[in-house]
């Protein structure tokens, strides 16, 4: 079942490490079919990216339960259940350690709006989490959703974790998980030579139009 998702969801796994964001086994893409929303694909947990194939992919009903798969499903599992429970929008949610955004979560900082890339692609802030318990394994996903609320956001900094995004797709949850990363990237570094500060929200309205609305290739 969900041939397509399954190559899609280990495409998007493989590119987390093609693009640096994990280490060993760390991380996991999941997705979910808007047409069949009754399921989510997902990582399996502690196999190595090298050696995945879409068969390796874990089917997983919203309750959790096994419907498909050889291997254990991802220990984030439940998390990006109750996410994906609370919004019925998102098709594909991401979860990395990667570094310099994780930094930021560690110091319980969001990602104020300091640079365009910022503007252009998510149009606000990256916010921080409250503080998350790893037992019971629905707490990562509350906080997570408490901070989401309705907002369209592209992703969360859990505080003292790590990184979670989202989108409509899987695809779509990996490239906010590598924007924030780099954008992340150079906050850091600029902060080393002086102090951060953020553009005005009309400016950051400005950008976040010019990108959606002008940029690129439309159809």
Not at 83 to 103: C, E, M, P, Q, W
Request: glycine residues 8%; proline residues 5%.
């Amino acid at each position: 079942m969900l041939e397509q998702l399954k190559k899609e969801v280990c495409r998007m796994n493989i590119a987390l490490k093609e693009n640096g964001l994990v280490t060993m086994t760390s991380g996991n893409v999941s997705g979910r079919d808007l047409k069949c929303p009754g399921y989510i694909v997902i990582k399996p947990s502690g196999v190595v990216y090298d050696v995945m194939s879409p068969k390796d992919m874990v089917v997983v009903d919203m309750k959790g339960r096994v419907v498909e798969g050889r291997y254990k499903p991802s220990v984030d599992t439940i998390s990006h259940l109750v996410v994906y429970r609370a919004r019925k929008d998102l098709g594909g949610i991401v979860h990395t350690h990667s570094n310099f955004a994780t930094s930021f979560a560690l110091l319980g900082k969001p990602l104020a709006v300091c640079m365009t890339a910022q503007a252009d692609e998510f149009g606000g802030m990256i916010p921080v989490t409250r503080y998350a318990s790893p037992l019971p394994f629905e707490d990562v996903g509350n906080a997570i959703v408490e901070t989401l609320g309705r907002k369209e956001l592209p992703g969360v900094l859990l505080k003292k974790h790590g990184v979670f995004t989202f989108g409509p797709s899987p695809a779509a949850a990996v490239k906010a998980a590598v924007m924030i990363e780099d954008i992340a990237k150079t906050c850091w570094l600029a902060m080393q030579n002086g102090k951060l500060k953020a553009l005005p929200d009309k400016e950051v309205k400005k950008w976040f139009y010019r990108y959606h609305e002008i940029y690129g290739q439309k159809r």
